[in-house]
């Protein structure tokens, strides 16, 4: 992990999300950016078009001010740019948060994206940045770490990967071993059994031996759980074995549609309880 981008929009929630990224950064000696993008609708009068430019130059401004001050903040409080580890800059452009974030990712070498994320509130702040974040997660090909607002402070000594036992996993776990070697972090790769069915007995001493085989000196473990719903078990393992962040696999586009669909938001809510690492699956 070299490059980490976090987009802030200033509020206490991307404000949570740059606390993950500083840390993030801390540990694997990265380079961090802070980016903050505006965006303002087409106008069609020349009269609206003024008032739009010189709205979006207020803007511009304002948020200038606003990242140069959070740069020295983490320069003072976290030694950035002197002798914490880590650099750090930012970046503020006119666009679609998509579409600069899947440019940067794709061709200036960013490697991993941390977001704040919200829960299912019906505020225009929640909307905007749920929905941001749902698309940003759509559209770029690199990890997305998404973390709640309600998130505790940042740790990341023990990462659960959420498996189907898919060909996809090996190297999805790739990632994540890498990841948590910045940490010494453990890992343990859950697969969740329904009720009433046979827990995947060979499958898993297949899947667990050839994990062996990858990762022979990680602190790698495989559990099946039983439950009646793949979130629920999910966040219940999550919970009593002290994880800090979920992993878990984007297989297709549209997939975080189906896994925050509302739901399975009312269910279990990823956004809002849980700094969710989503990565993007691909075979061999």
């Not at 309600?150 to 790739?174: C, F, G, Q, V, W």
């Amino acid at each position: 992990m070299k490059k980490i981008l976090c987009p802030t929009d200033f509020s206490a929630t991307s404000g949570k999300a740059v606390e993950y990224a500083v840390y993030m950064a801390q540990h694997a000696g990265a380079h961090l950016t802070l980016i903050h993008v505006v965006h303002l609708p087409i106008v069609d009068t020349s009269e609206t078009a003024l008032v739009a430019s010189e709205l979006l130059g207020e803007q511009m401004r304002s948020a200038a001010e606003k990242l140069k001050s959070m740069v020295m903040l983490l320069e003072q409080k976290h030694g950035a740019n002197r002798d914490g580890g880590f650099t750090c800059d930012y970046l503020l452009k006119e666009a679609l948060l998509t579409d600069i974030t899947d440019h940067l990712t794709a061709q200036e070498g960013y490697d991993m994206v941390v977001m704040g994320t919200t829960g299912c509130d019906n505020t225009v702040e929640e909307l905007l940045i749920g929905s941001n974040t749902e698309a940003v997660i759509e559209e770029v090909k690199c990890p997305v770490l998404s973390v709640p607002k309600t998130a505790p402070d940042p740790k990341m000594e023990h990462i659960i990967y959420a498996s189907d036992y898919s060909p996809e996993d090996r190297n999805a776990l790739k990632e994540v071993v890498e990841l948590g070697s910045y940490f010494s972090a453990k890992i343990d790769v859950v697969h969740v059994v329904k009720d009433g069915r046979e827990p995947d007995g060979e499958d898993a001493e297949h899947f667990w031996n050839e994990l062996r085989e990858l990762f022979p000196n990680v602190p790698l473990s495989v559990q099946e759980v039983l439950s009646k719903h793949r979130d629920e078990g999910l966040k219940q393992f999550y919970r009593e074995a002290g994880g800090n962040i979920l992993a878990i696999v984007r297989k297709e586009k549209g997939f975080l549609r189906s896994l925050f669909s509302q739901s399975l938001a009312e269910r279990m809510t990823y956004q809002a309880e849980v700094p969710l690492l989503v990565l993007h699956g691909y075979k061999d």
